[in-house]
């Protein structure tokens, strides 16, 4: 019965009726809270959360990218340089002493930690709208599930790199994350060397048999899927001049810090010689980067595909060009302002919100469940902050990893460079909705006794949020107990999309 509701959803059409504006503070945000009122302006209430970054609302220990990198630094040199060695020839102790290392280090909880801060934005701060747009632009320029990213560097990733850049431009955006440590490690743009290069001709190249050649991973994705898509029309040759101008940018490589270290720009790695991207000339050097991606989001096709992923994002699987006009005259006008962009596609949004109506991911799908619900999620930073570098986490400061895991859609683990989908077919497979069901049902477990004391808690939530409550009281009033009353919720057509 659950599935077929569900799917029922993606055909139902909505009453055309702008008074009915309720499901908008889930389609740019996650919901209104049971204790909260409805704002009466809900456009202005969006808007006015876009222009800062406020610092993050989270209260406790928050680690910085270069902590937790360092943290990687010992896993990866514990194990490859000391225990594979010393273990060689006896794999259970091997795994015994891995196992030591990976609390040693903190690989087990980093990503909960990350995820509960991530999701007490979307929940507890005063900016959810920014925090749901904070969460796109992750998933934009995503790092795939790779070499432990997910457990160590992800997550402050995006805190450090993505969430600053929310009041600044697409061009310093797109800049910083092509130059950041984690991209740079992601797509291996450390081991791209220049044919011409200075290091070309070294000895130990010839030595080793390990010519100088291009990895053109970042290049691609740099075109591909951070600014101007496959409709420019780019070439392979493009792919392929575009990595010879960022050949040099690599971490800085040790020893002690094997690939842990800073990035850089190593001058020997450069190919020399003029390079020549979607017909424009660039001179070698550091400067040459910093140049093409100007050109780059500068382009027609770089201001559509913003648009189009946005309108994608908050509205439709299928954006018009209608729906996207507004968001590229914005980015076009403002020089790629990312406020002015976001505000863009939030009056578009709100335009279009008695039309369509987005299918939900899984993710965005359990912090409205927690908002809406006024939840005990995520775990407190006082429980987080009772993890001691060594130990093994408790198993409530690992849920939120486990959660996501389990609903099928861990922001941090996406499986392809081009991150998770945003289309509704690829998240309404009868196993992903039957995985809803079972959290939704779960979720009982993580109700405040407050709100159970309630009688009116369901009451308030579903007026705060759907804009015909009698209706979906009636339905939810077929059952009495209130673990049921959540399952039918949250399972709702109408919670699923918004």
Known sequence: YFIGASLVVLTCKTRDNKKNMKNYFRKVAFGIGPNEE????????????????????????????????????????????????????????????????????????????????????????????LAKLWMFWGNFFAISEKDFLANYSTGPYQREIIRPNLNQSFEKMVYDVTTSWAMIHHLDNSESAGPKSVTASEEWRRRKKEPATINENHARELLELHTVSPKAGYTQDDVIQLAYI?????????????????????????????????????????????????????????????????????????????????IIDAFKKSDGFIPEIHKAAIKVAFDYND?????????????????????????????????????????SQREPEWLLQNIGHHPYRAKQPNG??????????????????????????????????????????????FDNPSKIMKYLNQKNRSVEKHTLLFNHPEFLKA
């Not at 087990?108 to 007490?120: A, G, P, T």
């Not at 003029?274 to 017909?279: I, W």
């Not at 079972?438 to 007026?463: D, G, I, Q, R």
């Open 38 to 129: 409805i704002p009466t302006d809900p456009l202005n209430w969006a808007l006015i959360q876009l222009d800062e970054v406020p610092k993050l609302s989270w209260t406790g220990k928050i680690h910085s990218e270069k902590e937790l990198r360092k943290h990687y630094r010992d896993w990866v040199y514990g194990d490859r340089k000391v225990l594979r060695k010393k273990y060689k020839n006896n794999k259970t102790l091997y795994k015994t002493h891995k196992d030591i290392l990976r609390h040693k280090t903190g690989q087990k909880f980093w990503e909960s930690l990350e995820i509960s801060i991530r999701h007490n934005e979307g929940i507890n701060s005063s900016h959810p709208v």
């Open 246 to 326: 960022m050949t040099g940018w690599q971490h800085r490589w040790s020893k002690k810090n094997l690939e842990t270290g800073n990035v850089w720009f190593n001058s020997e790695y450069h190919q020399i010689g003029k390079k020549n991207v979607l017909g424009k000339e660039y001179k070698k050097g550091k400067k040459a980067l910093a140049v093409v991606i100007k050109d780059l989001v500068n382009h027609p096709n770089c201001r559509d595909f913003v648009a189009e992923r946005l309108c994608r994002f908050l509205i439709t699987d299928e954006p018009t060009k209608e729906m996207k006009q507004p």
């Open 420 to 465: 998770w989908s945003d289309h509704s077919a690829d998240w309404i497979s009868p196993e992903l909705l039957i995985r809803r069901l079972v959290y939704a049902k779960a979720s009982y477990n993580f109700a405040k006794m407050e709100n159970n004391k309630n009688s009116e808690y369901y009451v308030k939530m579903v007026e705060n949020n």
């Open 355 to 395: 039309k369509y109506k987005k299918f939900q991911t899984p993710e965005n799908w359990l912090i409205q469940v927690a908002k809406v619900a006024d939840l005990n999620w995520p775990p407190s930073p006082d429980l987080m902050d009772k993890y001691e570098l060594g130990q093994r986490p408790f198993d």
